[in-house]
Nanobody, 127 residues
Framework: QVHVVESGGGLVQAGGSLKLSCTAS????????MSWFRQAPGKEREGVSC????????YYANSVKGRFTISRDNAKNTLYLQMNSLKPEDTAMYYC????????????????????WGQGTQVTVSS
């Protein structure tokens, strides 16, 4: 049985930083591309960033480019999202997702590309 669990969310002031973690079990972690999505109240879930199984390729939403960094440690089955220079508009529930597909720049943001999802961790940025 696959489990995907996010952690690291919290309340931070604008301009601050947070580091999210996501641990996956029950799967061969480096066979899966991993992504972060977020969903604010009343809005659709949107892709934030994606990293391939080897870690060799990453994708970012334009809104977070230059501020967020995605990484993974395959030995620990863990995905990370370092978030710097946080803005109030980054406030959302952040979700981790795993995909067995070969994701490309046109497919990583599609919810249907993913096999497994976590329950989310809340990030709140105060102004």
């Amino acid at each position: 049985q696959v489990h995907v669990v996010e952690s690291g969310g919290g309340l931070v002031q604008a301009g601050g930083s947070l580091k999210l973690s996501c641990t996956a079990s029950g799967l061969t972690f480096d066979d899966y591309a991993m992504s972060w999505f977020r969903q604010a109240p009343g809005k659709e879930r949107e892709g934030v960033s994606c990293i391939t199984g080897s870690g060799g390729t990453t994708y970012y939403a334009n809104s977070v480019k230059g501020r967020f960094t995605i990484s993974r440690d395959n030995a620990k089955n863990t995905l990370y999202l370092q978030m710097n220079s946080l803005k109030p508009e980054d406030t959302a529930m952040y979700y981790c997702a795993a995909s067995s597909s070969g994701l490309r720049w046109w497919s990583w943001t599609l919810l249907s590309s993913y096999n497994y999802w976590g329950q989310g961790t809340q990030v709140t940025v105060s102004s």
